[in-house]
């Protein structure tokens, strides 16, 4: 199984930023996908989760500026990040872990997101 993100970068607070991360070794279309962060020196934080049959959940702190959405087809689950804060400032995994569950399942490499004026 692998899974790889992309679109991460640097951006002013209040930008946007859209990740991807493709998916590859597993049947894409049955696994509930989420996103997860870590900052440096502090544990992972679960951030949204999207169900095999789209469900979709948010953490409070990102409800209302993210949106995760998927596509089967191209076996890749999407992070659209607009009204950015300094506070989301961190990797950004992909994972197959469930709803508010930062451990389990499969996990990519992570794509940097750096919020800073």
């Known amino acids: 199984v692998q899974l790889v993100e992309s679109g991460g970068g640097s951006v002013q607070p209040g930008g946007s930023l859209r990740l991807s991360c493709a998916a590859s070794?597993?049947?894409?279309?049955?696994?509930?996908m989420s996103w997860v962060r870590q900052v440096p020196g502090k544990g992972l934080e679960w951030v949204s989760t999207?169900?095999?049959?789209?469900?979709?959940y948010y953490a409070d702190s990102v409800k209302g500026r993210f949106t995760i959405s998927r596509d089967n087809a191209k076996n890749t689950v999407y992070l659209q990040m607009n009204s950015l804060k300094s506070e989301d400032t961190a990797l950004y995994y992909c994972?197959?872990?469930?709803?508010?569950?930062?451990?389990?399942?499969?996990r990519g490499q992570g794509t940097q997101v750096t919020v800073s004026s």
């Open positions: 994972a197959t872990s469930g709803v508010r569950a930062v451990t389990g399942g499969y």
């Open positions: 999207i169900s095999s049959v789209r469900f979709i």
């Open positions: 070794g597993l049947t894409f279309r049955n696994y509930d």
